[in-house]
């Protein structure tokens, strides 16, 4: 069966790693390595239903990042890595290391990063026994936590959308949504409230509610009620799926541009609902690819203008799918996805010229 998943969608490479001594279970999943070296987060997860699950997860992750990738203009493809069940804290040590030395056999066809239920300490752990890793500390060279690239990515991307939603990419005055004020959303509100919009928030988490509350002016709404507020724009910047049958019906925003992963429940039902209603959706993984942008430029040896000039080609890149999507009649999404599939096409062609 997974032969027959891999063929569907064009997988790569699936390694299964098992380290008895440490109890190390991981998946590494390399979707495509058209355009370059695999780039994609290690995600450790205690609450996998079973293997089949965790199997799926870093397939769909892997070919998520092969698509982030292209698009983002990077000369990297696809990867992931799902880890099954943390370590306990005396192990942690080992457990990583041996998941370095299982990345170290790739040969560079594949770097790890940070991700879900990882951290900079934990990278620094799988750089002893490998190169092929981003995400370290900032004294080793590192581009440092990627949150606040992240937002400047999205705030570039959130003025495009207004452009092409309301013709005028000024985003004073304009009324913005916030599902979620954690790492990314909050640097992002510090841009938002110093351009004059005017923000409402939400959060489970009452403290970062609150500190946007009392940092930015921002109006709080319960987290259920952030569905139906009158705005201009939705930026949902917590979960993934939350762009469902339950939620866009409620929505009375003209746009959505937000931090969150895999916002739309199904991709194609929903990004259908949206366009139904005239909501302008701006597809997640180009809002949001800021993060990686400026991880990959380690890759150079990282220089911190040179990430954020590049992080600034989102606007171009939103630009050019929106102009795809008004003229062909499709959806940003399918727009988007036909953008990062032909980058890979014509790259792949240009890869044939021999010397
Ligand atoms: P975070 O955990 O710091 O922030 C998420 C916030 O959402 C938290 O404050 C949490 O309490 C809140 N939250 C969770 N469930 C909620 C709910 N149901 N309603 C309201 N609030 C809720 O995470 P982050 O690093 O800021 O990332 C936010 C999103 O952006 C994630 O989906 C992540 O995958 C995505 N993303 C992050 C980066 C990055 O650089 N950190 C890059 C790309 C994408």
């Excluded at 987060?41 to 990042?65: F, H, K, P, T, W």
């Excluded at 306990?88 to 990583?96: G, R």
């Excluded at 597809?283 to 991880?295: C, E, L």
């Excluded at 940003?332 to 980058?343: D, H, I, M, V």
């Amino acid at each position: 069966m997974i032969f027959e998943t891999m063929e569907q969608k064009d997988y790569e490479q699936i390694v299964f790693c098992q380290d008895k001594a440490t109890g190390l279970k991981a998946i590494i999943c390399i979707h495509d390595t058209t355009l370059g070296p695999a780039l994609g987060g290690c995600r450790v997860r205690n609450d996998y239903a079973s293997e089949q699950e965790a199997i799926e997860d870093a397939m769909n992750l892997a070919r998520g990042m092969t698509y982030k990738n292209a698009a983002a203009g990077l000369d990297l493809g696809g990867g992931k890595t799902v880890v099954m069940g943390a370590p306990s804290k005396e192990n942690e040590e080992a457990f990583y290391r041996a998941l370095g030395r299982y990345i170290n056999t790739l040969n560079g066809r594949y770097y790890t990063a940070e991700d879900v239920g990882t951290s900079e300490y934990i990278m620094n752990l799988i750089y002893k026994e490998t190169p092929y890793v981003c995400g370290t500390s900032k004294s080793f060279g590192s581009a440092g936590n990627p949150s606040p690239m992240t937002a400047y990515g999205i705030y570039i991307a959130m003025k495009r959308t207004a452009k092409e939603k309301f013709d005028d990419e000024s985003l004073e005055g304009k009324t913005v949504a916030v599902q979620g004020v954690g790492h990314v959303s909050y640097e992002l509100c510090r841009l938002l409230s110093k351009d004059g919009v005017n923000l409402i928030v939400t959060d489970i988490n009452k403290d970062n509610s609150q500190r946007a509350v009392e940092d930015f002016d921002a109006q709080f709404v319960e987290p259920d009620d952030i569905f139906s507020v009158e705005a201009d724009i939705f930026a949902p910047c917590a979960l993934g799926g939350i762009l469902n049958d339950d939620t866009i019906p409620q929505l009375k925003v003209k746009a959505v541009c937000g931090s969150a992963n895999n916002q739309l429940k199904d991709e194609e039902t929903h990004s259908k609902m949206l366009e139904d209603k005239n909501i302008l959706y701006a597809p997640d993984y180009i809002v949001n690819s800021g993060g990686v942008i400026n991880t990959a430029d380690e890759l150079n040896g990282y220089n911190e203008d040179r990430a954020k000039e590049s992080i600034e080609g989102i606007d171009q890149v939103l630009k050019h799918i929106f102009d795809i999507s008004r003229e062909q009649n499709e959806t940003p999404l399918e727009a988007s996805q036909r953008f990062a599939e032909k980058r890979m096409e014509q790259m792949s062609r240009i890869h044939d010229i021999r010397k």
